[in-house]
């Protein structure tokens, strides 16, 4: 679902042209020709980067003259998930008869975007997939919302640092004029399908699952939809270590509390430089 949010409020969306909601359910097939003309050939990057196999994209288009924040666009990967769904039955619980993924590209915006440019943004997303299907809200979501014996689980990238895949998504976007997209990431979602009568997945399941699909170091578990990279997180104060007059004694001592991992090597190392290199 492609929604339009400001700060911490929601948006109804709307086209730039008629339409309250316009959603586009692609099958794979022969790519359209491009609304616009002169795009740079940056812009066939951005459309390779994003293809999959076989999918399916889910475009909630939303848009209001005064919004800035943010863009979402829903896409279901049609794609076998034996292996995981194996080790899930195995690890977590034989209830789980059945697992479907869907990415979710979160697009941040620091301006409003035209109604071109939001045809461009759409087009470099979209351009290799018919554009007759249409369809208001992510599938997952109805079919989680139908059924009692299913929970949605979303894991992506964690809102205190930017992926690699966002910088060369957002360098495309600038160079196809689209200098409003501040910031792309892809979040992963997870249904998983329970047998009718069964028991519901406790946290502690739930947990467990998140953590086989997701690097808990630059990815984190989202409890609610994404509508803002902003983050919460307030910064520690800077602290001094003082290896000059403690020594190794000092490195140690941060070394349990931050968790640093900080091997024989590398305490004999960086006592070394700041006590007798550096000081």
Known sequence: MLSTMKENEAYSVREPSKDQNASIYRPHSAAPSSPVTGLPSAALGLKDSLSFSRPVFLLHVGYS????GS?????????????LLRKVQAKISDQ????????CFNIGLSGVLSSGKLTILQWLLQETYE???LQTESFLEKEVCKGEFAVLVEVGPRMSFTTAWSANAVSICQACSL???????RSRRYPLYLKAGSNPLDEGQ????????HDRMPECVYPHKLISFRTNAVPE???????IERGR?????????????FDEQDLQYYTRLFRDDVK
């Open 96 to 103: 789980i008869i059945d697992i479907k993924t869907e990415l």
């Open 249 to 261: 004694e000092a490195l140690e001592e941060i070394n349990l509390k931050m968790g640093l991992t």
């Open 65 to 68: 003259r005064w919004c800035q």
């Open 131 to 133: 554009p007759e299907n």
């Open 71 to 83: 863009l979402k666009l829903f896409c279901m990967q049609i794609l076998v998930q034996g292996e």
């Open 237 to 243: 104060a800077v602290s001094v270590v003082p290896v």
């Open 179 to 185: 200098t409003e997209v501040t910031r792309m990431e």
């Open 206 to 213: 739930i947990n467990d699952f998140a953590a086989m699909v």
